[in-house]
C-alpha cells in the first residue's frame, strides 16, 4: 500500500535536503548487494531523522535494528561532540559493510556495534539514552518499549519504524500474521500509555514519535 501518491513523495524528496554523498554511496551498495534493500531507511526518512536528532542533540542514541547502517549515520548527524550510539542487529553478515561506513563517516569510533538479541543487549548497557530507534523484529517492539521505558528519562524521545506496517493494521487480522499483531498492541500501547506523549507520521511505511513525560 502506497501511503501517499507517488508523485506526492517524489515532490517532497525534491524538496527537502539532498542526500549526503556518503549516504548515496551506502544506499548504491545497499541495493547492488545485500537483500531486501527496501528495508533501507532512504532519503527522505533519513532527512527526516537527521533533523529530529539535531533538532534533540543527543547525548547518547540507541538504535535497535542496524541493517546497513544508513539510519545509525542520519542519526550521527545531530549527536554532541562527546556522544556515542550504540547500534543493535542480529545479522553478522552486515556488521563488515556498517563498519566500513561508519569509518567512512569520521566517526566510527563513536558508533558502537552490538551483535545479537536485542532483548538481551538492552539490559547491559549502562548509558542514559536521550534518542532511541526502533527498526527491528516487529513482533518484539512491545517488549522493546517495555525494557526501554524503565530505564529512559522524562524528555527522552523514541521513534518507531513501520508501524502502518504496509497498511496491515487496518486490514482484517490474519490469525497466523504475529508481526501485525504485535504492532496493533504496540500502537494501541503508545498511544494509551500515561508516560508517553506520541504522534504517528504517515511517512513511508508509518513513523512514530513518542517522548517520555
Excluded at 502506497?2 to 517532497?12: F, H, Q, S
Excluded at 531507511?41 to 538504535?63: A, C, D, T, V, Y
Aim: aromatic share 6%; proline share 5%; glycine share 6%.
Amino acid at each position: 500500500m502506497d501511503l501517499i501518491p507517488k508523485e506526492i513523495e517524489e515532490y517532497v524528496v525534491a524538496h527537502s535536503q539532498p542526500e549526503p554523498p556518503l549516504l548515496q554511496q551506502l544506499s548504491k551498495e545497499t541495493w547492488q548487494k545485500v537483500l531486501a534493500p527496501r528495508m533501507l531507511s532512504g532519503h527522505f526518512q533519513g532527512r527526516l531523522l537527521s533533523m529530529i536528532s539535531k533538532l534533540i542533540h543527543p547525548k547518547n542514541i540507541l538504535e535497535i535494528g542496524t541493517y546497513t547502517g544508513y539510519s545509525a549515520l542520519c542519526l550521527m548527524e545531530g549527536i554532541q561532540p562527546d556522544g556515542r550510539l550504540h547500534t543493535i542487529d542480529i545479522n553478522e553478515e552486515l556488521y563488515s559493510l556498517q563498519r566500513k561506513y561508519f569509518n567512512k563517516s569520521g566517526q566510527g569510533q563513536r558508533m558502537i556495534q552490538h551483535l545479537g538479541n536485542a532483548l538481551t543487549i538492552i539490559p547491559t548497557l549502562s548509558e542514559d539514552f536521550d534518542l532511541v530507534f526502533i527498526d527491528a523484529d516487529k513482533n518484539n517492539y512491545p517488549k522493546y518499549l517495555n525494557l526501554l521505558l524503565s530505564r529512559l528519562k522524562s524528555g527522552a524521545v523514541i521513534i518507531s519504524d513501520n508501524v502502518l506496517w504496509s497498511g496491515k493494521v487496518i486490514e482484517p487480522l490474519k490469525a497466523d500474521d504475529e508481526d501485525t499483531k504485535a504492532l496493533l498492541h504496540y500502537n494501541k500501547v503508545i498511544n494509551e500509555d500515561s508516560r508517553l506523549e506520541s504522534v504517528i507520521l504517515p511517512i513511508r511505511d508509518g513513523l512514530t514519535i513518542s517522548r517520555i513525560i
